[in-house]
């Protein structure tokens, strides 16, 4: 009895300490947690910790090595298994929380701790890992550095079978095959038993006349040899009937043959689309500041050409297969996925995330996707298309931070047109930025040239630039995104503080030597002070 | 002052709608024609007056519409892209030379409309798509653009063509301090010499302005009125 409630007593105090949790949760994520960013590291220092012992064992075999890679092998990377295989065993599961749960059931069912059954749950969940196909290469692994048993240096093999755990492609490949474990093991079985009823009847056949078919191993090795239609040709029959079957069960192997690689394939052509969607989300998570955006329609293939040509990184999401392939086809990231499902963005950080933009047809869509992302994330911006007037409201009351509207746009444009044509083609110059002509916003940083000048001691002209107008920031709003009061054309004496911005109109080298001269010039400032 | 045309809208959509909304803004007179009743109902809600009911498919209809109201300018902006293409066809086959605006989708809508015959093509979602850019990476300059454009409705954009014998004539483009002396703002010219091109300013090359040439300006209706008076007033 006491035993038991010392096992409690252990249990809880475990439970209670945040220590414990915190170091278990850094194992569990180093060891398992693909998201992980440290994770990658301890990856590849296994990788090379196995690929090093690899080579020793190997330079072993014909060459005596030296007593310092002895060592290396022997006790340091044979260590760091242990201690691996170890902390897998330890992190696979809570071992106190099984005894918590069985002491509250006690309690709450007035009998007692029964000892036994914790034990036997305990030991039945760490066996249960034991006994999982990479626990077994992970311990097999360990084996080929006790040097005195020979056979064990096989187990060498396990070490780089023990590269699995570290590679993702490999884990997939796999993945792929498990799959199509039926239709495997069907295959198996098919071979087995053709290999059987050949191998038996031509040691029946040949044992007497054949000088090299001696036992039944050898009439197995022969058949396997012969429907694999490999044919080393080192045991061939020599009687009739023997090379009746023969002819037989070359035919079968053909047929075998064409079963597997075609089971093969299908599997993956299957899988395909899933391991490519993988990859896609795996490459969007490694991005940083980007934007995702919902529905590839022509509005978002425009958009989309803009951020490729300004080197913006981009996820579309639309849930049409054939519009995917076309984003794909054009080089963007995209993944099919219904952006209304709370599914399509699982896999996406919103913190990472600059934007996001609901750019289909129907205002339904829209909405439904700014609620989506808004169960996600309060703060992160999103913009939503408009199709009907009278959605507005409703895409704000979504979750919508910004609307846009191509009508209206298009209104504006289509009507100015007729008498302005010049006029909008430039207007239409300047928001594409087709030949160079750009507009920019540049910040008045600290200590650059540019603060506390007036508009007039500002010489534009030399620069080649036009400035269009300033934008203040307002202090008490500034935290609000487009909150700004924007001055058209200033007067001369305005003053230019720090925070304001200048928009500038120009060709897009005189922006980025004006930028850089800015820039340049609060840099020597702080050298300065 | 400028010429006010008689323009023929066809379609009351969603384009059709901002666009004729717009135009009446400018003061121009618009003729609203579709072949459905809805959609012309929705237009008389909005306060048009010249509503027609036409079968776009009876070429007799189309000629006389034309004819009767001598309509200065065609503008095909249903938002079904077909619809503008098959007019697009048939006005330019009854009159070659009357101007055709048509709105489309999508560049394979947009190379077909060319093709047809129009004069002008607005792809609608090139603007809406770049706005969206600056947007989320320029905050600033889409703000400032919004409000050129279409939220300050003093401030517009206007092109000016010099006239004859005006103090511009035959002035270098740098002498003349445009946005210190007449508050406005160039962004471009046409200079005849070098061709019909239009040409931002900013190149930096010192244009000498001749009679015929075209300037791009931005600036309060104010002193662009005023800047075209005294413009005027020296012929």
């Avoid at chain 1, 760490?126 to 999982?132: P, V």
């Avoid at chain 1, 191509?406 to 010049?422: H, L, N, S, V």
């Avoid at chain 2, 471009?188 to 061709?195: A, I, N, S």
Wanted: hydrophobic letters at 45%; glycine letters at 4%.
């Amino acid at each position: 009895m006491r035993f038991a409630q010392f096992l409690v007593d252990l249990a809880f105090l475990l439970d209670n300490s945040l220590r414990y949790q915190r170091v278990k949760r850094f194992f569990k994520n180093l060891l398992e947690n693909d998201d992980y960013p440290y994770k990658k590291y301890f990856d590849y220092f296994m990788i090379f910790l196995i690929l090093s012992s690899v080579v020793i064992i190997i330079e072993e075999v014909k060459t005596p090595i030296s007593k310092w890679l002895y060592y290396y092998d022997v006790y340091f990377v044979t260590g760091v298994f242990i201690v691996e295989y170890l902390l897998r065993l330890w992190v696979y599961n809570d071992v106190h929380k099984i005894i918590i749960l069985e002491y509250e059931e006690s309690l709450f069912l007035e009998r007692p701790f029964d000892t036994k059954r914790v034990l036997k749950e305990i030991v039945k969940k760490k066996l249960e890992y034991i006994f999982s196909p990479l626990a077994i290469i992970d311990l097999l692994a360990i084996l080929p550095s006790y040097r005195e048993l020979r056979i064990l240096r096989i187990f060498v093999l396990f070490r780089v079978f023990k590269l699995l755990r570290y590679s993702q492609n490999i884990t997939h490949f796999f993945q792929v095959l498990a799959s199509k474990k039926i239709e495997l093991f069907t295959l198996l079985m098919l071979v087995a038993f053709t290999i059987l009823v050949s191998g038996i009847s031509i040691y029946v056949f040949e044992e007497q006349h054949n000088p090299h078919i001696n036992t039944l191993y050898d009439a197995f090795y022969w058949a396997l040899v012969t429907i694999s239609t490999v044919g080393y040709g080192d045991i061939a029959p020599v009687t009739h009937e023997g090379r009746t079957i023969t002819m037989i069960i070359i035919l079968v192997g053909v047929g075998l043959i064409s079963f597997a690689t075609s089971i093969i394939v299908s599997a993956f052509s299957e899988k395909l689309n899933e391991i490519r969607e993988n990859r896609i989300v795996h490459m969007a998570k490694k991005l940083d500041n980007y934007y995702v955006i919902c529905g590839f329609t022509h509005m978002a293939q425009l958009l989309a050409k803009r951020f490729q040509r300004e080197r913006i990184d981009f996820l579309i999401i639309d849930n049409d297969a054939n519009v995917v392939e076309k984003a794909l086809a054009e080089g963007y990231l995209a993944i099919c996925e219904d952006a209304t499902q709370a599914n399509a963005f699982r896999h996406i950080n919103f913190n990472s995330v600059k934007a996001v933009m609901a750019l289909t047809q129907t205002d339904m869509h829209n909405i439904y996707i700014c609620l989506n992302v808004r169960s996600f994330s309060k703060e992160c911006f999103v913009i939503s298309n408009a199709v009907d007037n009278n959605s507005h409201k409703k895409l704000r009351l979504a979750g919508a931070d910004y609307i846009i509207s191509p009508y209206i746009t298009a209104g504006f444009f289509a009507a100015k047109i007729i008498d302005e044509p010049i006029a909008i083609e430039a207007i239409k110059d300047i928001l594409i930025a087709r030949k160079n002509a750009l507009c920019e916003q540049v910040e008045v940083i600290k200590g650059s040239f540019l603060e506390g000048k007036q508009i007039k001691d500002i010489d534009f002209d030399r620069y080649k630039l036009i400035l269009l107008g300033i934008v203040k920031m307002e202090e008490s709003l500034s935290k609000e995104k487009f909150h700004h009061k924007f001055i058209f054309n200033p007067d001369e004496e305005q003053r230019l503080e720090v925070g304001d911005i200048l928009i500038v109109m120009g060709y897009s080298v005189s922006i980025a030597n004006f930028k850089s001269q800015v820039v340049g010039s609060s840099l020597k400032h702080e050298k300065k002070a | 002052m400028r010429k006010k045309h008689k323009i023929l809208l066809f379609g009351f959509g969603r384009y059709a709608e901002q666009i004729a909304k717009n135009l009446a803004l400018d003061a121009h007179h618009v003729l609203i024609a579709s072949f459905n009743k809805e959609e012309l109902k929705i237009a008389a809600k909005n306060g048009f007056k010249d509503l027609y009911i036409v079968d776009i498919e009876d070429d007799a209809q189309l000629t006389d519409l034309i004819l009767d109201h001598d309509i200065t300018h065609v503008f095909c902006a249903f938002d079904d892209e077909e619809k503008n293409i098959y007019l697009t066809i048939t006005f330019k086959s009854l009159f070659r030379t009357l101007p055709v605006i048509a709105i489309c989708e999508s560049k394979e809508t947009e190379r077909k409309l060319k093709l047809a015959g129009a004069d002008k093509v607005i792809d609608t979602m090139v603007a809406a798509a770049n706005r969206l850019y600056y947007i989320v990476e320029k905050p600033a300059v889409a703000e400032a653009i919004d409000e050129i454009l279409f939220k300050d409705k003093s401030i517009i954009f206007e092109e000016i063509k010099v006239p004859r014998g005006s103090f511009l004539d035959g002035k270098n483009i740098k002498d003349i301090a445009f946005s210190k002396k007449y508050k406005i703002i160039v962004i471009g010219l046409v200079d005849k010499e070098l061709g019909n091109k239009f040409i931002f300013i900013t190149r930096g090359i010192n244009h000498k302005i001749d009679a015929g040439d075209v300037l791009v300006v931005v600036g309060k209706k104010e002193d662009i009125k005023n800047f075209k008076k005294l413009l005027g007033a020296m012929v």
